[in-house]
């Protein structure tokens, strides 16, 4: 009877739990952040590879990783993006193909005895992640934190043309914009500027336009508004192909 009880009691706890605002605000919240737990979890073992035993040339340990680095790397490739990646997919299952064949590799040479093949192998095995890793992740903190306003906006508002919910956070989406044009690029990236600085302006503009039409209260004009700053959204993300 008390084990019964107990039961009773755990499960409506867990009930409550995910009927609970904060549990529902988790749950869309993930939706919208740009992060792959499956990938992230990949470092605890490629950390160790690429800043221990690769340069000390450690191959017993090297070959020592196979399980971990399968275990890990199976996860990889069953993840599931979140919503806000969705436009990556393509570009994340052709980085897992390489990076699948790179494990593959590695597995290979730490079978073998060729100890420069295995070295060989860890090398590409950490540029094939670094390579995954780049593939979905944000390039600037500003234009992440735009997205996932305009995620919302674009796939959940428009289709149901929640105009409301749209005006509601148009002046937001502005704000984002205006920091998305005063961003500062990384070295790396210093080619791409006046490219990027030329889209960034773009689509600030259209996020003004957007404001405009929230406040005019036109439904189908709010529509063509943000169909404008998602096209515009696209163009500043291919400045950085």
């Known amino acids: 009877m008390f084990k019964r009880a107990v039961i009773a009691s755990?499960?409506?706890?867990?009930?409550?739990?995910?009927?609970a605002p904060g549990f529902a605000q988790e749950q869309?919240?993930?939706e919208t952040e740009s992060f792959v737990p499956e990938l992230d979890s990949f470092?605890?073992?490629?950390?160790?590879?690429?800043?221990?035993?690769?340069?000390?040339?450690?191959?017993?340990a090297l070959r020592g990783f196979v399980t971990q680095i399968e275990t890990l790397a199976g996860k990889i490739y069953a993840a599931t993006l979140p919503g806000i990646l969705r436009d990556k997919e393509a570009k994340w299952k052709a980085g897992?193909?390489?990076?699948?064949?790179?494990?593959?590799?590695y597995k290979a040479a730490a079978a073998g005895t060729d100890d420069q093949a295995l070295l060989d192998a860890a090398?590409?095995?950490?540029?094939?992640?670094?390579?995954?890793?780049?593939?979905?992740?944000p390039v600037l903190k500003e234009v992440d934190e735009f997205h996932k306003v305009l995620y919302v906006i674009f796939h959940k508002?428009?289709?149901?043309?929640?105009?409301?919910?749209?005006?509601?956070?148009?002046?937001d989406l502005k704000l984002k914009a205006e920091a998305v044009t005063k961003a500062t690029l990384s070295k790396r990236l210093e080619s791409k500027a006046e490219a990027y600085q030329a889209a960034a302006g773009k689509l600030?503009?259209?996020?003004?336009?957007?404001?405009?039409?929230c406040a005019a209260g036109?439904?189908?004009?709010?529509?063509?508004a943000v169909e404008l700053v998602h096209t515009r959204y696209q163009a500043l993300e291919i400045v950085f192909d």
């Open 10 to 19: 755990i499960a409506l706890i867990l009930a409550l739990a995910v009927c």
């Open 28 to 30: 869309k919240s993930s």
């Open 43 to 60: 470092h605890e073992i490629i950390y160790p590879i690429w800043h221990d035993a690769y340069p000390n040339k450690d191959i017993a």
């Open 96 to 105: 897992v193909d390489e990076f699948r064949k790179s494990v593959e590799a």
């Open 123 to 137: 090398e590409t095995l950490h540029a094939k992640y670094e390579m995954l890793v780049r593939s979905i992740r």
């Open 157 to 171: 508002y428009l289709p149901d043309k929640k105009y409301g919910e749209i005006k509601a956070v148009a002046a």
């Open 204 to 213: 600030l503009e259209a996020t003004q336009e957007l404001e405009k039409a």
């Open 218 to 224: 036109a439904g189908p004009a709010i529509e063509q």
